[in-house]
Nanobody
Framework: QVQLVESGGGVVQAGGSLTLSCAVS????????MGWFRQVPGKEREFVAA????????YYSDGAKGRFTISRDNAKSTAYLQMNSLKPEDTAVYYC??????????????????WGQGTQVTVSS
């Protein structure tokens, strides 16, 4: 059974930084992608960043570009999201997700087969 466990969320002041981690267990993926999404109440879950397991290629939403960095450690089956210059509008529940097959439609949550439980990030002004 595949499990994803996020950690690293919390409360931070605007302008601060947080690093989220996502550990995958239950299966070893040799390809595909890991992604980060976020959701606020009443809104759809939105894409933040994705990384290809095989090439290490990274992809970001416009809002994340330049402030967030996604990375992965394949040996540890873990992905990270380093978030800098945080803004109050970044407040959300952040979810990691994974798929074993790469898709150019990586921005769509429907591409991902497995999801974590989410971790709350709150940015105070």
């Amino acid at each position: 059974q595949v499990q994803l466990v996020e950690s690293g969320g919390g409360v931070v002041q605007a302008g601060g930084s947080l690093t989220l981690s996502c550990a995958v267990s239950g299966r070893t993926f040799s390809s595909g992608a890991m992604g980060w999404f976020r959701q606020v109440p009443g809104k759809e879950r939105e894409f933040v960043a994705a990384i290809s397991r095989s090439t290490g290629g990274t992809y970001y939403s416009d809002g994340a570009k330049g402030r967030f960095t996604i990375s992965r450690d394949n040996a540890k089956s873990t992905a990270y999201l380093q978030m800098n210059s945080l803004k109050p509008e970044d407040t959300a529940v952040y979810y990691c997700a994974t798929t074993g097959a790469w898709s150019n439609n990586y921005r769509s949550r429907h591409v991902y087969n497995y999801w974590g439980q989410g971790t709350q990030v709150t940015v105070s002004s």
